[in-house]
């Protein structure tokens, strides 16, 4: 397991189902890692679940990724991304949504 890891912690049972069926299509579509948009996915490297005074949570633990583009963004001169970088951001973004659609038959939605 990595050194340092993030860990998500389902709201709700709802939620944490559905992330494991997303997750376990994943893992069984990582057959494809020629697809450019394999590189912009993750899976988790653990799961666990938490005791908490509510019952029990499940927990997903990632590697890490970067920082989020609002923090990005604010190192940025003028706190703008110029453009290159928010076109290769575009790209790694489409990709990954490619790669999830046409490969692992998964549609990402904001909900």
Do not use: W
């Amino acid at each position: 397991m990595p050194r340092y890891v993030s860990i998500k912690i389902a709201a709700s049972d709802i939620h944490a189902t559905r992330e494991a069926t997303i997750n376990a299509q994943l893992l069984s579509s990582n057959t494809e890692p020629s697809h450019d948009g394999f590189a912009f996915t993750r899976t988790p490297v653990d799961e666990f679940q938490l005791q908490g005074p509510e019952g029990a949570h499940s927990c997903l633990v990632y590697k890490p990724m970067r920082e989020t583009l609002f923090q990005l963004q604010r190192r940025m001169l003028g706190q703008k991304f110029v453009l290159p970088l928010f076109q290769f951001y575009t790209y790694c973004l489409l990709e990954a949504l490619d790669y999830l659609h046409t490969r692992c038959h998964i549609i990402h939605t904001g909900k």
